[in-house]
């Protein structure tokens, strides 16, 4: 591989360089040329009415919005060199073809392409191609940029032998690249791995685990932006959306996808998805844990079927001067069927006065009438039925039910006996019952609950594709329902076991796809770490043992010597020398983060304000002005920095309920950095740590 060139000369037209840097410019005037294209698009005679010119107006600006040129977004980032043409037959001999990959298409005023979108067939080879397999490509050549301008290039010469495979410098660059701003999009050094699961079929369910770092969301997200390329008009027809953990978390990646020209994604937490009531309240850990389970969904499966009262005599339509019986035995025969029946309880209780209606047309046609469809409409609107389809087949508010269920221990015993023991009715029974759906105080569970019953009534919109990242600390409950929002499509479970901080985090992949109902996903891991350096991750994987005994070791791209340092400071001057800390950092180019023990942020808050340092909270955007963001330890997971200081290990293990959860949240905590970790502490260390002194 050719080392990034230095650059020559412009004026020398034999200089690569300068030749693509003249293919940069010539595909930025094809860019403008198309945007002017669209702009002078005359709508006037083509519109019927104004209703229409508005619509063709607003798509045609979305368009034009989607050509912009973004001076610091390069408009392409690779180069393949095929041997032949694509598509040709190699046999043939037919002349190899040039393609240059970008964010986009871009084509000149013949149509010929100038720049392919990355997500094309004919850019896979650019993500996949390699010494072993070169997929046709006799040159991949990578892009360097610096602002808006190419600077740099690196040559792969996949068919040439004597050519050794190295790390391509270009992307550690990217890597370490300064951090301001949200999380940005990696399409120009996707690696081969992450691409297959990138360009991974819209039929199938894949979940990946993934240590720290290893880019589980980034995949996720490209993912997405792949699926809407390759599948435009189902999935606008169905619908994607990403679920994250938090809203910080949202915050932080929610720029991927508009800067990949994907405009349409929603991205959501679970507890957006299940707000079916205000949550004021919150459960013990005991009470959460029962909540969550799946075992929930049969208890208030039977409990919403008690609902359901056989009929105990028949009725009578009275319709002009006759009248018509229905015997108890035939709506008894009724109900038996629609029971039997896999369908939703509202979607029964409205079948059912069609049902009754239709047994007295039949009543009807054998005495010689030739009713219509009018007259059975009539007939299920008829006063008896309705009274008979209420007594029957009550209509029941989901949110009552669960109130019912949370706050009358006669009726949970009821229906959770033989499923909950005793003490697990007891755990989820509300100490006062609640008196209302508006006054209850209900828990983020609760909603979940609440979800389950209103998919009992009814069934819940399915999207065409669900992104869930940061899955493993869901509940069953919690999976069910994501599950229902991607019943008739797909879904990509993104997790690392190690970093499940819930009560009820996820142990096994498999048995959380069941819940999901995607148990037919494939599990893929990624193991090559992107984010942490080797000393890093090295450090905090010593925790791995205990955490997630049995789960591999992430590797790590980047070496950086001295990017580990571990302090121990007298208690009353930890505060101090914390501070100091971000200081230090903050003569480094990039984002700092300073994670701490929920507990520990106030003081520490209170303390940089002293020191005259501004800081931000997680999913506050960095600036160059203000660059240090205050992370309280249970907010962390997902984000990273590109300096990290980490305020008193043992405070963030002893602020959770259990060690190992506590364990697993210092693991988050010391895998956030990109390119430096300063740990400080007064405290001892927990052992797994202690056992080598590090100091930097
Ligand atoms: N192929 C790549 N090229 C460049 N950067 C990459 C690549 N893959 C991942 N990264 C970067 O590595 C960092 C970590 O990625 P990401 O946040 O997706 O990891 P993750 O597996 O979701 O981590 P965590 O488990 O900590 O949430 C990000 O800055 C991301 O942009």
Not at 200 to 216: E, F, I, R
Not at 496 to 504: E, I, K, R, V
Not at 523 to 537: Q, S
């Amino acid at each position: 591989m050719n080392a990034p060139s230095v650059p020559a000369p412009e004026s020398e037209p034999e200089n690569p360089l300068a030749r693509e840097q003249a293919h940069l410019t010539a595909s930025r005037s094809a860019l403008r040329a198309m945007r002017e294209d669209v702009a002078s698009l005359d709508i006037r005679d083509v519109t019927a009415n104004w209703v229409n010119a508005a619509v063709l107006q607003s798509q045609i600006d979305d368009r034009i919005k989607a050509l912009a040129d973004l001076a610091h977004t390069p408009l392409f980032f690779g180069r393949l060199d095929f041997l032949h043409a694509p598509g040709a037959e190699q046999a043939e001999g037919g002349e190899g073809e040039q393609f240059y990959i970008g964010r986009r298409h871009v084509h000149d005023a013949d149509g010929d392409p100038m720049v392919i979108d990355w997500r094309a067939p004919v850019s896979q080879p650019f993500y996949r191609a390699s010494k072993k397999d070169p997929q046709d490509v006799g040159l991949r050549r990578r892009f360097g940029y610096t602002g808006g301008d190419l600077t740099a290039y690196e040559d792969e010469h996949l068919t040439d032998p004597g050519e050794a495979e190295q790390v391509s410098k270009l992307l550690q660059q990217e890597i370490e690249r300064p951090r301001v701003g949200p999380m940005r999009d990696i399409v120009a050094t996707i690696q081969p791995e992450q691409d297959e699961i990138v360009r991974g079929g819209l039929a199938g369910s894949v979940c990946v685990q993934g240590g720290p770092g290893t880019g589980k969301t980034a995949v996720g997200l490209h993912r997405v932006a792949y699926l809407l390329y390759a599948h435009r008009e189902r999935l606008a027809r169905t619908g994607t959306l990403v679920i994250g953990p938090n809203r910080s978390f949202l915050h932080y990646i929610e720029q991927v996808l508009p800067a990949l020209g994907e405009l349409e994604v929603r991205q959501a937490t679970v507890a957006d998805l299940v707000a079916h009531v205000e949550v004021r309240g919150t459960d013990d850990p005991a009470a959460a844990l029962v909540k969550g389970d799946a075992r929930m969904a049969e208890v208030l499966r039977g409990a919403l079927r008690s609902y359901i009262t056989m009929p105990r005599e028949g009725i009578v339509v009275v319709r002009g001067s006759r009248r018509w019986r229905v015997p108890v035995y035939d709506l008894e025969e009724i109900v038996e069927e629609l029971l039997a029946r896999d369908m939703r309880y509202g979607a029964a209780r409205e079948a059912l006065p069609q049902r009754i209606a239709h047994a007295v047309l039949v009543q009807m046609e054998r005495s010689g009438e030739a009713p219509d469809d009018r007259v059975q409409d009539a007939v299920a609107r008829n006063a008896a039925v309705k009274a008979a389809v209420k007594a029957i087949w009550p209509p029941v508010d989901p949110a009552k039910l669960v109130l019912r269920l949370l706050s009358d221990a006669e009726f949970l015993a009821a229906h959770a006996g033989g499923i909950l023991d005793e003490a697990e009715q007891k755990a989820v029974l509300w100490e006062r019952p609640g008196r209302g759906v508006k006054s209850a105080k209900w828990s983020a569970a609760d909603a979940v609950l609440i979800d389950e019953a209103s998919d009992l009534v009814s069934r819940t919109h399915s999207l065409g594709h669900v992104v869930l990242d940061e899955a493993q600390d869901l509940s069953p409950m919690q999976y069910r329902a994501v599950g229902r929002r991607c019943t008739t499509g797909s879904a990509t479970v993104l997790g690392d076991l190690a970093q499940g901080t819930t009560p009820w985090a996820t142990r096994s992949w498999d048995e959380a796809l069941a819940h999901l109902g995607k148990a037919d996903a494939v599990v893929e891991e990624l193991t090559a770490g992107f984010r942490v350096p080797r000393e890093v991750i090295a450090y905090a994987s010593r925790l791995l043992p205990v955490i997630a005994p049995g789960l591999a070791e992430v590797g790590s791209v980047r070496e950086a010597p001295g990017s580990l340092s571990v302090r121990r400071v007298a208690s009353s001057g930890l505060t101090e020398a914390v501070v100091g800390a971000c200081v230090a950092s903050l003569s480094q180019e990039g984002s700092i983060g300073l994670i701490a023990a929920d507990a520990r942020v106030p003081e520490l808050a209170r303390a940089l304000d002293a020191a005259g340092l501004g800081c931000l909270s997680p999913g506050e955007e960095t600036t160059p002005d203000v660059r240090l963001t205050l992370v309280p330890a249970s907010l962390a997971k997902g984000l990273e920095y590109d300096y990290v200081v980490l305020d008193e290990p043992a405070a963030v293990v002893s602020g959770e309920p259990d060690e190992r959860t506590g364990l697993r949240r210092l693991y988050v905590a010391l895998t956030r950095a990109v390119s430096g970790l300063t740990v400080l502490h007064s405290a001892s260390l927990p052992p797994a740590l202690a056992s080598t002194e590090h100091n930097g």
